[in-house]
T-cell receptor, first 111, second 115 residues
Framework: QQQVKQSPQSLIVQKGGISIINCAYE??????FPWYQQFPGKGPALLIA?????SEKKEGRFTISFNKSAKQFSLHIMDSQPGDSATYFC??????????FGQGTRLTINP | DSGVTQTPKHLITATGQRVTLRCSPR?????VYWYQQSLDQGLQFLIQ???????AKGNILERFSAQQFPDLHSELNLSSLELGDSALYFC??????????????FGSGTQLSVL
């Protein structure tokens, strides 16, 4: 019940395209759903986060869509750029403690 | 730069040994979290300290222990090391006790290799 399943494992998108990464959770007590971006040799960096009382949150080119009934949430990266190439992790938790991370998606943006 | 400092960046040791990983949180942050990242298990929460006290515990082995000092820096002690303990260990910090409006800031990690 603590798992967060993330897909796809890897994704290749052309520059200017839309990157979409999906996550599903099981624990209905989770109330915090962040996305992290990780570059090689660096720690995860918070990209954007959403609470379950809203269905969508947008920050610049990054949007989280949240479907509470389906227990799914996704990250959309609009106008994807080569600098967006990184590993993306979704996570979920009750509060910000004990974040349960997905397995990660390696995103490559081709120029 | 997240403001979270971890030392050392790399650590190579042998099985059965003991090591200490150190973390300095961002200025003003009271919580420190430890996470382990490995290829097979992904990113896993180990333990959280808030203002010197243990706040939450995850999948931390009994061979591992942590503490947070009065100056708020934290140390993760790993003992009787096994090959499977080889991983990237991240420290993160947050302002408060870990409520749902808080943001976690991660350090760059300590890469532990057990030979």
């Amino acid at each position: 019940q603590q798992q967060v399943k993330q897909s796809p494992q890897s994704l290749i998108v052309q520059k200017g395209g839309i990157s979409i990464i999906n996550c599903a959770y099981e624990n209905t007590a989770f109330d915090y759903f962040p996305w992290y971006q990780q570059f090689p040799g660096k720690g995860p960096a918070l990209l954007i986060a959403i609470r379950p009382d809203v269905s969508e949150k947008k920050e610049g080119r990054f949007t989280i869509s949240f479907n509470k009934s389906a227990k799914q949430f996704s990250l959309h990266i609009m106008d994807s750029q080569p600098g967006d190439s990184a590993t993306y992790f979704c996570a979920a938790s009750k509060g910000a403690q004990k974040l349960v991370f997905g397995q990660g998606t390696r995103l490559t943006i081709n120029p | 730069d997240s403001g979270v400092t971890q030392t050392p960046k790399h650590l190579i040791t042998a099985t059965g040994q003991r090591v200490t990983l150190r973390c300095s949180p961002r200025s003003g942050d009271l919580s420190v979290y430890w996470y382990q990242q490995s290829l097979d298990q992904g990113l896993q929460f180990l333990i959280q300290y808030y203002n010197g006290e243990e706040r939450a515990k995850g999948n931390i082995l009994e061979r591992f222990s942590a503490q947070q000092f009065p100056d708020l820096h934290s140390e993760l002690n790993l003992s009787s090391l096994e090959l499977g303990d080889s991983a990237l260990y991240f420290c993160a910090s947050s302002e408060g006790a870990g409520g749902s409006n808080e943001k976690l800031f991660f350090g760059s990690g300590t890469q532990l290799s057990v030979l």
